[in-house]
């Protein structure tokens, strides 16, 4: 089953905002996330739940696709309790937070469950999502408990 792949790019923070629900869910392999210094890129590869078409209606197949986040122009990136060279660590995406800073560059943070955070400092907002292939339906549709 061929579906059309998502592909935004993001340019502001209003983008990103976009891009971050998109993305709620998601899941990513620590190992599949990769710094690029020479190239000012960061590269970051995850499983997308498909929101979007759950929202189309009830009977719909829960679906996921891998995708692509790619940032540009990055001056540097760091991370909070990710254990990065662990095959088994994965990652739940939760949302992402931007603040300009007094340089005019911009600090983005890609935050995860478990007080995980990938914290990006970025000339500008330059962000593609990007998805790959063909999705496979999940047997599982993420859910949240309200406070």
Request: proline share 1%; net charge neutral; glycine share 2%.
């Amino acid at each position: 089953m061929k579906t059309e792949n998502l592909k935004l790019i993001a340019t502001s923070t209003e983008d990103l905002r976009v891009i971050a629900a998109h993305l709620q869910d998601a899941i990513v392999s620590s190992t599949d996330i990769a710094h690029l210094k020479k190239n000012k890129i960061l590269l970051v590869q995850l499983n997308r739940f498909m929101w979007e078409d759950v929202e189309k209606g009830i009977f719909r197949k829960n679906k996921r696709i891998r995708t692509v986040l790619k940032f540009d122009n990055v001056i540097s990136v760091l991370s909070k309790n990710i254990a990065q060279n662990e095959k088994d660590n994965f990652l739940e995406f939760l949302t992402i937070e931007t603040n300009q800073m007094p340089d005019k560059s911009y600090e983005i943070n890609l935050i995860f469950s478990g007080d995980a955070i990938i914290k990006i400092v970025s000339e500008v907002i330059e962000v593609k999502l990007d998805d790959q292939g063909d999705f496979w339906e999940s047997k599982t549709k993420p859910k949240h408990d309200f406070l």
